[in-house]
């Protein structure tokens, strides 16, 4: 089965701090998918990020960068010098499939952050 | 261009009730899932239909169904609705395979049950 752990419920920082948001996984499949993304209050969840197990090197955009190391099965996510707009539910979500053919996201609880000014 | 859309935005049901939410995908996605997010909880799959036909469904009762249309637009059915129902009802849509192209997803239906 597919488990995703987000182990941080809520993190509060102060505006310009930088925050990192941990992300644990487990799956057997060897191809899978690994996602981040970002819900605001209005409830849409917005993509942040893909990373194919595969591709292991560690990606930046602008403040955000991520730390993908299969071999602690982590996807772990940077916010560099935090913003108000930040503030947001982060999930971190892993994709697979299935026997049947179907593909899933199976989401971690997500974290809330809070930046504040 | 438009951006998956999902309609009602927010809907109030009683117990015992029956609901449709609808979803239409971005133009050229042929894939829609659902997803439930209860409050304070990451969201959970409930199905995936691919070219009209269910992909995949997951740990949910026969009281939810679903239907793809010819145009991929898609149905989320839910009959005798429990309190426990009430949640953020998520439609995501991706060209084909998901994890090669990633989800979209809608704002979401906001189901009370009461």
């Known amino acids: 089965a597919q488990k995703v752990t987000q182990a941080q419920t809520e993190i509060s920082v102060v505006e310009k701090e930088d925050v990192t948001l941990d992300c644990v996984y487990e799956?057997?499949?060897?191809?899978?998918?690994l996602f981040w993304y970002k819900q605001p209050p209005s409830g849409e969840l917005v993509f942040l990020i893909r990373?194919?197990?595969?591709?292991?090197q560690n990606e930046i955009s602008g403040r955000y960068s991520w730390n993908f190391q299969k071999s602690t099965s982590s996807f772990n996510f940077t916010i560099t010098a935090s913003q108000v707009v930040d503030s947001a539910v982060y999930f971190c979500?892993?994709?697979?499939?299935?026997?049947?053919?179907?593909?899933?996201?199976?989401f971690g609880k997500g974290t809330k952050l809070t930046v504040n000014p | 261009d438009a951006g998956v859309t999902q309609s009602p935005t927010h809907l109030i049901k009683t117990r015992g009730q029956h609901v449709t939410l609808r979803c239409s995908p971005i133009?050229?996605?042929?894939?829609v899932s659902w997803y439930q997010q209860v409050l304070g909880q990451g969201p959970q799959f409930i199905f995936q239909?691919?070219?009209?036909?269910?992909?995949g469904r997951g740990n949910f009762p026969d009281r939810f169904s679903a239907r793809q249309f010819p145009n991929y637009s898609s149905e989320l059915n839910v009959n005798a609705l429990l309190l426990g129902d009430s949640a953020l009802y998520l439609c995501?849509?991706?060209?084909?395979?998901?994890?090669?192209?990633?989800?979209?997803f809608g704002s979401g239906t906001r189901l009370t049950v009461v």
């Open positions: 133009s050229g996605h042929k894939s």
């Open positions: 995501a849509s991706t060209p084909g395979r998901a994890g090669r192209f990633g989800y979209t």
């Open positions: 799956t057997r499949d060897t191809t899978y998918y």
């Open positions: 990373r194919n197990s595969f591709d292991e």
């Open positions: 979500a892993l994709s697979g499939l299935t026997q049947g053919g179907s593909e899933k996201l199976v």
């Open positions: 239909y691919y070219e009209k036909e269910e992909r």
